[in-house]
């Protein structure tokens, strides 16, 4: 075993190393975003809208995604779809290219959150401005989209900040899939050293940086529109 | 027995008290009248120290503090000379009323839990709440929360009890009996300081008025001397601005 | 290898993966006590702005929100292996790093984890218990240890009842990452009988499966919990 301290040396050496590779993580970070909350607003909205049938799947849906551990989900679909894909029509995707079975993963486990977000909030918005916008003269979706959904979004804001950051530090485990991310670098660029320490001491800190980025983000974002529309 | 002398507080730039000194003697019930953020409640509040005041000495019974060089244990000591009751009421939420009354005398008065409840239940009776020994303050109304309040100081046995504006958050019908229940205690012979709005009732409950204006103390005096003799201008406008007016009836 | 589903192996999961469910509960369950020692003792540090302390504090609590939980994981796990030897050689002690029970290094993590995240909580639960009420303690004779011991703490703790219960549910979940440090989890539980014939498919839903029930029904009974608390106190309105 050799010298095991803490070496600051290191810490500068790989930074660069591993910096580059920070794009992989926003990029399941930001798929996740953009096709779960897509997800999200179907399911939301049969909730809302209680859909025989669908409905009670979607309760199904969100729960199971609320249950159990990203990792199990995202190997779960990973080993499901070659099985169905292989035995149903006959194509082995076992060779695809992994990164899209992680980001369908993340997509769909952000969406079983994002429905619950969702729904919470247009629930939060009183039911009489729903009444208020009829008698004005809108239809329900022109209520939704003008009156309920802008107020709603104000409610889901500061959840939705959470979501992401904790979606954030979970696009860490797809190194677990072999993706070679932040932390799946690591063990790459520490290889000829020995030393991981300084790696994970990197990994830490621009995931730290990333986080109050977000914050910082969500906490405009809500400033801004908190003014605009405030539900008292 | 209660002696205050220069007693001075800013907030930040603004000098909310700019030296004020009056003094009570035993059994007296004084009010302190003034507008909203003349000081007067900020004043109340020093006098057990949940506000510390920048400089003064306070005296109460045989108690004496320097605001300038006092220790936490003279403050808790202060403390034991006083008993409080809140404008918005602040009853522990999450205790019952018996609890409310007792939880200062088992902890701060050090008295036996089963004497600490028979003093509450007494007590609350006499405020006419025995049915509601065990509601939580958010099953109570405005008006019986305060009744539990006063309940609460006057378990205390203090050497005075402070009243911040007793009435002022309560609906204006039930206001009145509260007035009543604060009369009744000030004729038993505690002693009181109490801030109100009430001229009224400052005029019949008290036997001594301070009137306070931007952090001084315009006029003291007898209610008499004060709401009917004044000849400060600044008490008059204050007073024909309150919608006082003189009823023969409430003076006998 | 078929590609069918195999059921009876599945049960097999199912069963390995199930005697690990104790494994994720007291993983959890001494994560998030600590957490909640810890946490409360932050969160105290932070609103009563003790000297230096709550300064230090504020940037810890900054920075590490945001690392991932397995980052933390392996971070100690790291540690451990390069300097639990050296320690007990020093204190001459016979326990190596292999003997060690590596669930243990997963609830030191972790309880650091839950001690930030839950130090949030409890200061915003703090917070919002009403100025007065720290005036009604004061007033009626109570120390500022005696204020918070019997009437600040009861009052914010019920307001920071859902979050615990989201930091118990989570901590159990995060029983699947501690598996990558070699603790044997429901995840690794169900595994094990996968890893003999490369039968992932069924281990990994036994996992699911096993994780979800779990779950779902560890959250039905914190949601009775939580009324529970809820109507303990309530806002005069």
């Given at each position: 075993m050799g010298e095991k301290y803490f070496r600051w040396d290191y810490v500068l050496d790989y930074f660069p190393k591993l910096f580059e590779k920070l794009p992989v993580t926003l990029s399941i970070v930001l798929m996740a975003t953009l096709f779960g909350s897509i997800i999200a607003v179907f399911v939301a909205f049969i909730r809302l809208e209680r859909i025989p049938v669908l409905n009670q799947l979607c309760v199904v849906f969100v729960s199971f995604m609320r249950s159990t551990p990203i990792i199990v989900q995202m190997f779960l679909l990973f080993f499901g779809s070659v099985m169905i894909f292989n035995t149903l029509?006959?194509?082995?995707?076992?060779?695809?290219?992994k990164i899209w079975f992680v980001y369908a993963a993340y997509a769909l486990n952000l969406s079983g959150f994002m429905a619950e977000i969702f729904r919470g909030a247009i629930l939060g918005v009183p039911k009489k401005q729903m009444d208020a916008a009829i008698s004005v003269g809108h239809n329900r979706r022109q209520a939704y989209l003008h009156i309920i959904i802008p107020q709603a979004a104000v409610i889901a804001l500061p959840t939705l900040g959470y979501t992401i950051v904790a979606l954030l530090q979970d696009s860490t485990l797809a190194f677990t899939f072999g993706i070679i991310d932040v932390i799946g670098a690591i063990n790459g660029v520490s290889a000829s050293t020995g030393h991981k320490l300084e790696g994970y001491f990197d990994a830490a800190f621009m995931f730290a940086i990333l986080a109050i980025l977000v914050e910082k983000l969500f906490g405009f974002l809500e400033k801004k529109t908190t003014h605009q529309s405030r539900i008292t | 027995m209660i002696e205050v002398k220069g007693l001075k507080k800013a907030f930040g730039q603004n000098q909310v008290l700019k030296g004020v000194g009056f003094h009570v003697n035993e059994g007296d019930v004084m009010t302190l009248l003034g507008?909203?953020?003349?000081g007067k409640t900020t004043l109340i509040r020093c006098l057990n120290y949940l506000e510390s005041p920048d400089e003064g000495v306070i005296r109460i019974d045989d108690r004496t503090v320097d605001a300038q060089k006092i220790t936490k244990k003279e403050i808790i000591e202060l403390r034991k000379k006083t008993a409080m009751v809140f404008q918005t009421y602040d009853l522990f939420l999450n205790l019952n009323a018996l609890q409310n009354v007792t939880e200062g005398l088992i902890r701060g008065g050090k008295i036996p839990k089963p004497d600490a409840e028979d003093i509450a239940r007494d007590l609350l009776e006499k405020v006419g709440l025995s049915a509601k020994l065990e509601s939580k303050p958010y099953q109570l109304s405005g008006g019986e929360q305060q009744r539990v309040g006063i309940a609460r100081a006057l378990?205390?046995?203090?050497?005075v009890i402070l009243f911040d504006e007793p009435t002022s958050a309560l609906d204006p019908e039930v206001i009145g009996e509260i007035l009543d229940i604060i009369k009744a205690v000030a004729r038993s012979g505690v002693t009181m300081i109490i801030v109100t709005h009430e001229m009224e009732f400052a005029f019949s409950v008290s036997n001594k008025v301070v009137f306070i204006d931007q952090g001084e103390i315009v006029e003291e005096g007898s209610p008499r001397e004060v709401f009917?003799?004044?000849?400060q201008e600044r008490t008059k406008s204050f007073l024909a601005r309150s919608n006082f007016r003189f009823q023969p009836e409430y003076y006998l | 290898m078929s590609t069918v589903f195999d059921f009876d192996f599945f049960i097999e999961c199912l069963k390995s993966g199930a005697a690990r469910i104790p494994v994720n509960l007291y993983v959890a369950a001494a994560s998030v006590f600590f957490g909640m020692i810890f946490g409360l003792i932050i969160a105290l540090i932070r609103v009563f702005r003790v000297p230096v302390l709550s300064p230090i504090f504020r940037w810890l609590v900054t920075i590490l929100k945001g690392v991932p939980v397995i980052l933390m994981l392996l971070v100690f796990y790291v540690l451990a292996a390069d300097y639990f030897n050296l320690i007990m050689e020093y204190f001459g002690i016979d326990y190596t790093f292999r003997q060690l029970n590596k669930a243990i290094i997963a609830i030191i993590a972790l309880s650091v984890l839950s001690s930030i995240g839950l130090s949030e909580s409890f200061r915003g639960a703090l917070a919002s218990v009403k100025k007065g009420q720290y005036d009604a303690a004061y007033s009626v004779w109570l120390t500022k240890r005696q204020a918070l011991v019997y009437v600040i703490i009861p009052q914010a703790f019920p307001i920071a009842v859902p979050t615990l219960c989201n930091y118990i549910i989570g901590m159990i979940k995060a029983g699947a990452l501690a598996a990558m440090i070699s603790v044997v989890d429901i995840m690794n539980g169900a595994l094990i009988p996968a890893n003999a014939n490369y039968r992932y498919l069924e281990g990994y839903t036994a996992a699911a499966l096993i994780y979800w029930v779990v779950c779902a029904t560890l959250e039905k009974v914190l949601n009775i919990a939580e009324k529970r608390f809820a109507s303990k106190v309530r806002e005069v309105a």
């Open positions: 029509f006959g194509i082995n995707i076992i060779t695809y290219n | 507008v909203s953020g003349s378990a205390l046995c203090p050497k009917l003799e004044s000849s | -």
